[in-house]
């Protein structure tokens, strides 16, 4: 059974590839930004990410993430229904 789905898909997406339409990841080689790295020569416009304020690279945002870090630790202990709500 497994063969023939197998088959299939890999049909599916043999033809989906003819047609162009097959999606390559990106890899992105440099930090968020407004233009980024995705190893092709010239940086490309970043009209995808969250980052439009570029808060991300922003010295301020970076110093206070470091700072909650030192104080909190990182990861996630649970939804907080379960452990709680953090201070």
């Not at 898909?9 to 233009?35: D, F, H, M, N, W």
């Not at 010239?42 to 808060?55: D, F, H, I, K």
Request: with cysteine.
């Amino acid at each position: 059974m497994y063969g023939d789905l197998k088959t299939q898909l890999q049909t599916e997406l043999e033809e989906i590839r003819v047609a162009g339409l097959y999606k390559e990841e990106r890899v992105i080689e440099t930090p968020q930004a407004s233009k980024v790295g995705v190893g092709r020569g010239e940086p490309v416009l970043n009209m995808c990410a969250n980052n439009y304020l570029g808060l991300a690279s922003h010295p301020e945002i970076i110093a206070a993430a470091r700072e909650a870090l030192d104080e909190w630790g990182y990861g996630l202990a649970s939804v907080r229904f379960i452990c709680g709500t953090q201070k």
